[in-house]
């Protein structure tokens, strides 16, 4: 019957891809290229009303295959490609798909390094138009029209070198600079549509905050990148912040202002690399409140596994609890920090074989955890004890005065545990 | 820490997952993802781009045809659980499987029948001992006095016998005598309230088929491998678990060769449970052991030295199931468990437990799994907390207050309509915030700094969803490495990435399917049938764990990847990488062939490994055959008694095979052969043997054994020599006969004894068919029957060939036009064997026709 039929062909269908499958994660491209001929082969004589799902499947497979036998080249991938957006334009394939293969061409061409092609593709597809408008498409045609911009402003830096460079010969061209202008018109537009809608767009940011600089609109850029880093729709990317921080480094901005965009990345991501330029900047601070908002900084800091082994993180906080010890004057705010730490500190990162194996990796490192160790944890800690006498032993004289400096300062241990 | 400068671009949306319909077959191929400048060259006439996907990763050669067995497989039997046909109702079955998982029809009755069968005691103890004096279950009527306390049961059996026979008929008023029986019984017969047993039955038959569907106790694997603690050093520890019913802990030492190898026995532990999880993690230069069984969680602590035993450190009891145990990288001696009733727990062997979090609920929207997770963070004090819906970090030492969601199943990942978190794994040793989260669709690398956006996502395509992953940290040069394992279909997965650090996350490759443990049944050696059924369904057991270890070598790179089977096998592939080659996309499909047509293994050591893999298979999948009592057949089971009773006396054959039997004991000998000799059409043409059916070992043999060996062999000179004899003779008289029928070929004297030869063996032809022709050897050559020249047909047959003579072919049946082929079908017949021998009298009556058959040719 025409519907067992089905049935088989269904099957016969699906054990063809599922071969085709098995190739591909084989890495037997050629095996896999040879089944998917077969396998559009079958569709051609599919007269069934589904061809929409088998030809994205075609796009998918083809394009992996292509990006990997042994056998293609470039004229070809391009060559499919077109043939899957003409597919595509005769509706053989969703419309939303249809833009993802333009983008997916783009990007394979930008891999490839043929920027100029890619441009022309975008344009291309930029000016296709039919349909209705899903909101996938949308999507997709508003990342055609950013990367277009993307592209244009490349070429807009270039043109820019090139003047540049001219310009301090005392030569202007005006058509380059004429082209320059209409660059930066067209990336701008675009740029600045993208960025308008949730989501990650560092490259775009950067790209079109650089245009606006160069063209002296700071509160322009100063805008998109609060807009960037703080609108509540964005996803939390310490990257906005970062973009901002530089951007207000860059203009020149008060301390203040940079310490709060700071705080705020603080609060986001504890332990960002950023956080060390931060307590520096804190620990000088003339205020109470920054240098004790330094000591927190840097104690987050080393919660993290990540910082387990920086030295420049230890010798930061090495150097602001001396500085406390000494001073005798805010021990509470050491006390508070090690109150939420001291449970589980030790085992993390003052434990005996870590002691050994710092002293055996890294001299300075140790150094540092051992005078923290020490003014935290007492005279007695396994850590400090450990390194103190291999340091003396090996008769390094900072290791002496660190086993000086600890046994002076014991009594603030009591205080701190207390 | 640094964190990319500039990530991939991405669209951010929050909200439930879009109305796409499930998963695409081929939807992890042919994207690049998006594009990201790739080194910023101020110098740079053209900037470079780095696609998301698509790059470049390592490539890795399997370097066997099929995973090979580590570990000689578990001593006993392994039983393997319940597959749907055991649960489901029979006749629905292959419907219900094809139209979902809702609407499976579990045989509710079949098992609640097996409870009864099997445990009659259990179900109907008490009443049965009370009633089993008024129950008749036999066939004969009741006498007066009983009939007034007894019921006969006879009839109601022989309904139920019958019941079975309708079976899916819903005529009901069938079976009404069982119906007023059931209605009359149903109160008071079950020891256990009808109800109330039927309800935990059921019960557990939905827990089978949800585990059938999708077991999740096994997520996370109970297998770990534990690296030796020096650097360079070719050993580790394998802790795996063993047993009839996974209820043994091994913890073996194992040197990594070609093939790696057991080294001495391995240290064991009993526990009182299904291991269901094995977690690792070392610390401080010690590794730390968490297993997890159903209602238990232990921990162990294993020196990081080879061949220091490990040592149990705490145990703890679950009143509700643990659904997971992971061990802390951070601190040793921490451990996260959680519970199927929603409650996450941080366990530390010096301070015990402490509960995190209570919620019954799922996290961000409504899921009916109990099932939960948790892992470790990059702060030591934070701890993931996962669901089927999605992932929240907690702290610790606040967790009411200090949360944030890491991963949500919605629009803000990207994940399609009924994604649901299968597996969280922590992947400190890549990049000390990188998280993994899998579903059944996708993999998903997650950046605590950056929480709800995946910095990759990759559609696996795997049937099953991945259940276990196992991380290979790469370094700035180096991809690291993940590989995904799913239960059902054992799919190994080896894919790669990049990044994290200074670059964005990349995907690095292509993934790789790696072989499963039940691929190597095709490399295998043809086995018998059962065996090989027997071997597919141990091959073919759920995978129950995974591991893996990189070993570096000088330019070979290699990659032992172990996988663990529910039967607990433990097998193991080993993957090569030679970092020296240009990681250019070579030619290697050409060289590596298709499946199937790699039937053997490269090396012998692996054939080796196989073959004792097997026979200590064979061997102890026999042995409890050996105890158990030979089947006993209940003869009432076979035949009713009507079907007995109802023959109408026994037949002609039936007369005569009991005749045989009663004569063979009261001789007190045994029947060898069989024969009915009644119903034997025709005789096929036995080679005969002199000595009368018996070789002349064995005659001499029982000559020997009766005392009279000299009086044999005497027998047998004089009897050979007779025989030689005549076989001079008749040879002299055959070839006489070609000379004087061939006169022209007569001169070629050559070819004389070539042309005897022929002419022996085709004389010899109807010979045989004349065995109810006694043949005394002094009538020997005095006949005329023997001397119908072979090649013309007979004109009249011969007494002899009555068999082949058209009126006894008649006789038969055999219409007129089949005569011809059937003759010269059985001419060549006759052609075959040598020469008839001369036999005796009473020997060759027995030979070929039987004595019916004699009568019928000579009427």
Not at chain 1, 273 to 289: A, Q
Not at chain 1, 313 to 322: G, N
Not at chain 2, 589 to 600: M, N
């Amino acid at each position: 019957s025409s519907y067992e039929h089905k049935l088989n062909f269904k099957k016969s269908k699906e054990a063809c891809l599922s071969y085709i499958q098995d190739a591909m994660l084989q890495k037997q491209w050629k095996r896999a290229a040879e089944f998917l001929t077969f396998y559009v082969e079958s569709l051609e004589k599919d007269y069934s009303r589904e061809h929409v799902g088998p030809s994205e499947m075609i796009w998918r497979i083809g394009t992996e295959i292509l990006c990997h036998h042994s056998h293609s080249s470039v004229k070809e991938f391009n060559c499919f490609m077109e043939q899957m957006k003409t597919l595509g334009v005769k509706r053989y394939l969703k419309a939303s798909i249809l833009n993802a293969v333009c983008l997916e061409h783009v990007f394979h061409l930008l891999c490839n390094g043929q920027i100029d092609e890619a441009y022309q593709n975008l344009s291309l597809a930029e000016s296709w138009r039919f349909g209705e408008q899903t909101a996938i498409q949308n999507k997709e045609m508003k990342l055609i029209q950013a990367y277009r911009g993307l592209l244009d402003y490349y070429s807009w830096s270039k043109q820019k070198n090139i003047l540049l460079e001219h310009g301090l010969d005392g030569f202007a061209d005006l058509s380059v600079e004429q082209e320059m202008h209409s660059c930066f018109r067209k990336a701008a537009v675009n740029l600045k549509e993208i960025i308008k809608i949730p989501g990650v767009w560092d490259l775009f940011v950067k790209c079109y905050v650089d245009l606006l600089e160069f063209y002296g609109d700071h509160n322009e850029a100063r805008q998109v990148l609060n807009e960037y880093a703080y609108n509540s729709k964005f996803p939390a990317n310490p990257n906005a912040h970062v973009y901002l921080y530089q951007f207000l480094k860059r203009q020149g901005e008060s301390k203040k202002s940079l310490i709060s965009a700071l705080k705020i990345l603080h609060d986001i991501v504890p332990s960002h690399e950023l956080m060390i330029d931060f307590n520096t900047m804190l620990r000088k601070s003339k205020k109470r409140k920054r240098r004790r908002l330094g000591l927190e900084v840097i104690f987050a800091v080393l919660d993290y596994a990540g910082w387990k082994e920086n030295v420049k993180a230890w010798s930061c906080l090495a150097r602001q609890v001396k500085q406390v010890v000494i001073s005798e004057k805010h021990l509470g705010w050491i006390k508070k920090e090690w109150s939420s730490r001291k449970d589980w500190w030790p085992a993390f990162h003052f434990s005996r074989y870590l002691a050994k194996r710092n002293w055996q990796e890294n001299e300075s490192l140790s150094y540092e955890k051992a005078l923290v160790a020490g003014i935290l944890l007492g005279k007695d800690c396994k850590y400090f004890k450990y390194v103190s006498h291999q340091g003396c032993k090996a008769q390094v004289k900072r290791f002496r005065m660190l086993k000086k400096f600890v046994n002076r300062h014991n009594p603030v241990y009591l205080r701190i545990s207390g | 820490m640094e964190f990319p400068a500039a990530l991939f671009p991405s669209y951010f949306g929050a909200g439930p997952p879009r109305e796409e319909d499930g998963s695409a077959p081929a939807a992890g191929w042919g994207e690049h993802g998006q594009v990201l400048e790739g080194r910023p060259g101020p110098h740079q006439a053209q900037p470079a781009f780095v696609p998301r996907r698509g790059g470049m990763g390592e490539t890795w050669d399997p370097a066997e045809a099929a995973a090979v067995p580590v570990l000689p497989p578990s001593a006993g039997c392994w039983i393997p659980s319940p597959a749907p046909q055991d649960i489901l109702y029979r006749n629905r079955l292959c419907r219900e499987l094809r139209a979902g998982k809702d609407g499976a029809t579990l045989d509710f009755a079949k098992q609640l029948g097996h409870f009864f069968v099997d445990h009659p005691e259990d179900a109907f103890g008490s009443m049965g001992r009370l009633l089993h004096k008024n129950f008749h279950l036999g066939n004969s009527k009741l006498k007066r006095p009983a009939r007034s306390s007894t019921i006969r049961m006879t009839a109601l059996r022989e309904d139920i016998d019958r019941l079975e026979a309708r079976r899916g008929c819903h005529r009901q008023h069938l079976a009404s005598r069982l119906r007023w029986f059931s209605h009359l019984s149903r109160d008071w017969l079950f020891e256990v309230p009808l109800g109330l047993l039927a309800d935990c039955l059921h019960e557990e038959l939905m827990l089978q088929w949800s585990d059938l569907l999708f077991d999740d106790s096994l997520t996370g694997g109970a297998l770990a491998w534990l690296p030796s603690g020096d650097v360079g050093s070719r050993t580790g520890c394998l802790v795996h678990p063993g047993g009839l019913a996974m209820n043994h802990l091994f913890f073996q030492d194992v040197v990594l060769e070609k093939l790696p190898r057991a080294q001495g026995s391995p240290a064991q532990f009993e526990l009182s449970g299904h291991i269901r999880q094995v977690a690792a993690a070392r610390v401080d230069g010690e590794d730390f052991v968490g297993v997890r069984s159903d209602y238990h969680c232990g921990v162990w602590r294993v020196p990081a030295r080879t061949g220091t035993a490990p040592t149990p450190l705490q145990v703890i009891h679950t009143d509700v199931p643990a659904s997971c145990l992971t061990v802390s990288p951070h601190l040793p001696g921490e451990l996260a468990v959680c519970t199927k009733n929603g409650t996450i727990y941080l366990w530390s062997v010096e301070t015990g437990l402490q509960q995190l979090r209570h919620d019954p609920q799922t996290m961000f929207f409504r899921d009916h799994s109990p099932w939960r997770w948790s892992d470790f963070t990059t702060h030591p004090r934070v701890l993931s907390y996962a669901d089927r819906t999605g992932l929240q970090c907690l702290d610790a030492r606040a967790p009411k207050k200090c949360h944030f969601d890491l991963f949500k199943v919605g629009e803000e990942a990207g994940c399609q309509k009924g994604e649901r978190v299968v597996l969280p794994m922590y992947l400190g040793r890549a990049h000390p915030s990188q998280y993994l989260v899998t579903t059944q669709f996708s993999v998903y690398v997650l950046d605590e700094r950056l929480p709800l956006v995946p910095m990759l996502k990759w559609a696996h395509m795997m049937k099953a969803p991945p259940l276990f992953a196992h991380l290979m940290p790469g370094d700035s040069r180096r991809s690291h490495k993940v590989v995904l394992g799913a239960s059902r279909t054992q799919e190994l997965l080896l894919m790669q990435y990049w990044g994290g650090r200074q670059s964005a996350c990349q995907l690095a490759g292509t993934p790789q399917k790696l072989h499963t443990i039940s691929g190597c049944l095709e490399h295998l050696p043809t086995q018998l049938p059962h065996h090989h059924h027997l071997l597919q369904q141990r091959l073919g057991a759920p995978a129950a764990g995974l591991a893996a270890v990189l070993q570096e070598d000088g330019t070979c790179n290699s990659m032992l990847v172990f996988q663990l089977s529910e039967a607990g096998d433990v097998f193991c592939q080993r993957l090569t990488h030679e970092a020296a080659r240009p990681p250019a996309p070579t030619l290697r499909d050409e060289a590596t062939t298709a499946p199937g047509s790699s039937p053997l293994f490269e090396a012998p050591a692996s054939t080796l490994r196989y073959r004792r893999w097997l026979r200590a298979l064979s061997r102890d999948c026999r042995e409890p055959s050996q105890h158990t009592w030979p089947p006993s057949l209940s003869q009432r089971r076979l035949f009713t008694r009507k079907d007995l009773e109802g023959s109408t006396g026994p037949s002609a054959l039936q007369r005569q095979v009991r005749q045989l039997l009663r004569q063979v004991m009261q001789e007190g000998g045994r029947i060898q052969h069989w024969e009915p000799m009644a119903l034997q059409p025709l005789a096929l043409p036995q080679p005969p043997e002199p000595t009368g059916g018996q070789d002349p070992l064995s005659t001499r043999l029982t000559a020997a054994w009766s005392g009279d060996c000299e009086q044999w062999w005497e027998d047998r000179t004089s009897f050979s020599m007779a025989q030689r004899q005549r076989a001079l003779r008749e040879r002299r008289r055959r070839q006489k006969r070609a000379r004087g029928r061939r006169s022209l070929s007569a001169s070629f004297t050559s070819s004389v004894t070539y042309q005897s030869e022929l002419s022996e063996l085709s004389d010899a032809g109807p010979a045989l068919f004349s065995p109810g022709r006694p043949l005394p050897p002094s009538q020997e050559g005095s006949s005329p029957a023997r001397s119908p020249p072979a090649r013309s047909p007979p004109a009249s047959p011969a007494p002899g060939e009555a068999l082949l003579s058209s009126q006894s072919l008649r006789h038969r049946g055999i219409p007129k036009e089949r005569r011809k082929t059937l003759r010269d079908y059985l001419s060549v017949w006759a052609e075959g064997p040598p020469d008839p021998p001369d036999l005796p009298v009473s020997q060759a009556s027995q030979l070929c026709i039987p004595s019916s058959q004699r009568q019928l040719s000579s009427a």
